[in-house]
């Protein structure tokens, strides 16, 4: 082949491949988007409220604000689904986010911070968001979770999102006015 040949292949192939790859990296993004996904309803409960979803009965427990810095906190959400329909819940794959009253989101941190070890050892050893924590349910029986997350100190009007997709169309959307 020829060196002109060459570079106008190379440079074909460049411009086929930049797009392809952005979509590929940004595609949980574009899904979660309300442009491709078309907005998925939301069911929205104030305080302490039980809802059924997902296979379950669901409560928020709890939100307790953490000190971490002088400009971030931890926020520990508890919360609570007893199953109704354990398989629907085996099925799903659970996802929980944070949202302040600015729309930005909060995703769990991976591993429990230290503050919440030491203040809370209990709830630490509670179990995730996912299918693992309902395992060993039985009907009827809570399953107590907890997440930890790391938001600005001046983060207001929290909001824990929760998904369930394979189980519910829907979003679980639990308002805590006591942030």
């Known amino acids: 082949m020829s060196e002109k040949r060459t570079f106008w292949t190379c440079l074909l192939a460049l411009i086929v491949a930049l797009p392809l790859a952005f979509v590929a990296r940004a595609w949980d993004s574009l899904l979660e988007s309300q442009w491709l996904a078309g907005g998925s309803a939301e069911i929205v409960v104030e ?9 379950g009965q669901w409560k928020l427990m709890d939100m307790r604000r953490l000190p971490r810095t002088d400009d971030a906190r931890v926020i520990l959400a508890e919360f609570e ?3 109704t329909d354990l398989a629907a819940l ?3 794959a659970c996802r929980v986010r ?9 995703e769990p941190v991976t591993l429990t911070e230290p503050i919440v070890r030491k203040m809370y050892p209990e709830v630490a ?6 299918v693992l ?4 349910a039985k009907a009827g029986t809570a399953v107590r979770m907890a997440e930890s997350f790391i938001v ?27 942030s």
């Open 47 to 55: 305080d302490e409220a039980a809802q059924a979803f997902a296979g």
């Open 81 to 83: 689904a007893s199953a």
């Open 90 to 92: 085996s099925k799903g």
């Open 98 to 106: 944070l949202i302040d009253g600015k729309g930005r989101q909060f």
């Open 125 to 130: 050893e509670r179990p995730r968001c996912s």
């Open 133 to 136: 924590a309902f395992a060993d």
């Open 152 to 178: 600005p100190a001046e983060a207001r009007d929290l909001s824990l999102r929760i998904e369930y997709p394979g189980a519910s169309d829907e979003t679980l959307v639990f308002k805590w006015t006591r």
